[in-house]
């Protein structure tokens, strides 16, 4: 087990912001997090377990141990009546991933395609797209504990998944008095595929690509393509230009709330949910504001979806956005939304 010093973190987050970590360690296996544990330098020191780097913002170096997770495989794990149970590593690519379920003949994650980040991540985030969301293809993770090394298996109850949100992004009090917040790393997720598969539509973007091929019963593969499609249209390749995704979580608010906005912005896009509450789209609330281009420093709203901030630095000789400047255009997009709607937008990613 090698523990590298002032490792640039760069290349390992999708914002491309500049940072290093302290320490870093490559975790490529399970037995890797044994040894690292009973390591007498490193076993007891703060760690930080690194994925994709697709939902981060980097405000500065990272003192704690990084633990990149880099645990690869894919496997079918079991088939029943109902559903191929299919396996990942947590460091396999999540595109990649869904990928290759609908060649393997898996249908059920090609909604949730183009979606940046590793396996491992997703049960964090609770990723979702386009009517579908990891906990309802979700079966069951194994994680190790990062105290005592232990491995457990927690199914979908136990992971406490909500809009965005899980048991791994609270802490020991602040998720129903229980949290897994900076004392697990995810080693394997198991996803419950159906047989009987039947596409998720209703979704505008969807219904017009249904409209342009003629096609009122997609394959799986056609959703794939077309979430693909969608997703390469609206939103930007952080290969190309940093970014972490969308950086608001849309907000939830009472059937009242949303007919005082539709009072004095008819426009406002809002979706209605199953338990009575109203979802509005966070960018269209941004763009309202007039936030779409604008910048803070090298840090920005993106011209094509105002629900995403980018760097826009070259990315080579210091030329990049700071943790700072996005967290500063960040907070003066929050502030003009609540001036104006009255609504608080919680940020998406995990700011460090």
């Known amino acids: 087990m090698l523990v590298e ?19 870093l360690v490559h975790i490529a296996s399970e037995l890797d997090v044994h040894e690292l544990l009973q390591h007498p330098a490193w076993g007891a020191e703060p ?3 690194l994925g994709g780097g697709s939902n981060i913002v980097l405000t500065g170096d990272v003192k704690p141990l990084v633990l990149k997770v880099e645990i690869m495989g894919r496997r079918l ?32 994650l090609e909604n949730m395609a183009l979606i940046p980040g590793t396996v491992g991540a997703s049960p964090v985030q609770n990723v ?16 190790a504990d990062l105290q005592t090394g232990q491995v457990f298996t927690l199914d979908a109850a136990q992971c406490g998944f909500g809009y965005r949100d ?29 047989k009987l598969w039947k596409p998720v539509l209703g979704y505008a973007d969807i219904d017009k690509k249904m409209l342009e091929h003629s096609c009122t019963h997609p394959t799986a593969q056609q959703m794939f393509d077309w979430v693909c499609e969608i997703r390469r249209a609206k939103l930007p390749d952080p290969a190309v230009i940093g970014n972490a995704g969308s950086f608001f979580k849309n907000p939830t ?31 269209w609330l941004i763009d309202s504001c007039g936030w779409r281009g604008k910048s ?57």
Request: aromatic share 8%.
């Open 5 to 23: 010093k002032n490792v640039p973190l760069q290349a390992f987050n999708t914002f491309h912001i500049v940072a290093k970590a302290h320490r």
């Open 47 to 49: 760690k930080f377990v």
């Open 77 to 108: 794990v079991q088939e029943t009546a109902k559903a191929f149970i299919v396996e990942a590593g947590a460091g396999e690519n999540w595109h990649d991933f869904v990928a290759w379920t609908l060649a393997q003949g898996y249908a059920g």
């Open 128 to 143: 979702g797209a386009y009517g579908v969301e990891l906990q309802d293809r979700f079966e069951a993770l194994d994680a």
């Open 166 to 194: 899980s048991v791994f992004k609270h802490g020991a009090s602040g998720h129903q008095g229980v949290g897994l917040k900076g004392r697990a790393l995810i080693l394997r997720v198991r996803f419950s595929l159906p």
């Open 253 to 283: 608010v009472t059937p009242e709330q949303c007919a005082d906005i539709i009072a004095r912005d008819p426009k406002v896009v809002h979706y209605r949910l199953a338990d009575g509450s109203v979802k509005l789209a966070a960018g």
């Open 296 to 352: 803070v420093g090298l840090a920005g709203v993106y011209d094509k979806q105002a629900l995403v901030l980018v760097n826009r630095g070259s990315g080579h000789d210091g030329d990049s956005a700071s943790g700072g400047e996005v967290m500063t255009l960040a907070r003066a997009i929050q502030t003009s939304v609540y001036e104006r709607f009255g609504i608080r937008l919680e940020i998406e990613p995990v700011v460090v």
